[in-house]
């Protein structure tokens, strides 16, 4: 059973930063992608970054590129969303993705049927 559990949301000022953890459990985590997306209250969920299962290459919406950095470690399982200069904007709950493909080689999915299986979501809120 393939179990994604989200650590390091909290309450950060604007300008701060917070490292989002994801362990993932269950299935050969080197050979997903994986995502991050994010949902605000009354918003759809929406695509926040994705890195390829060797991590090779990172995708980010327009809204974080410059202050958001995914990074993963097969060793320990885990996929990070390092964010920074964080915004009131960025207030959301974050759930981490795990790539419905294995190795995929075709474009890196933005929406969110592109992924299996989700963890719970951790609360991110930005004061100003």
């Known amino acids: 059973q393939v179990q994604l559990v989200e650590s390091g949301g909290g309450l950060v000022q604007a300008g701060g930063s917070l490292r989002l953890s994801c362990a993932a459990s269950?299935?050969?985590?080197?050979?997903?992608?994986m995502g991050w997306f994010r949902q605000s209250p009354g918003k759809e969920r929406e695509f926040v970054s994705a890195i390829r299962s060797n991590g090779g290459m990172t995708y980010y919406v327009d809204s974080v590129k410059g202050r958001f950095t995914i990074s993963r470690d097969s060793a320990k399982n885990t996929v990070y969303l390092q964010m920074n200069s964080l915004k009131p904007e960025d207030t959301a709950v974050y759930y981490c993705?795990?790539?419905?493909?294995?190795?995929?080689?075709?474009?890196?999915?933005?929406?969110?049927?592109?992924?299996?299986?989700w963890g719970q979501g951790t609360q991110v809120t930005v004061s100003s």
């Open positions: 269950g299935r050969t985590f080197s050979s997903y992608a």
């Open positions: 993705a795990l790539d419905r493909a294995i190795s995929r080689t075709t474009p890196i999915r933005r929406d969110i049927k592109g992924y299996e299986y």
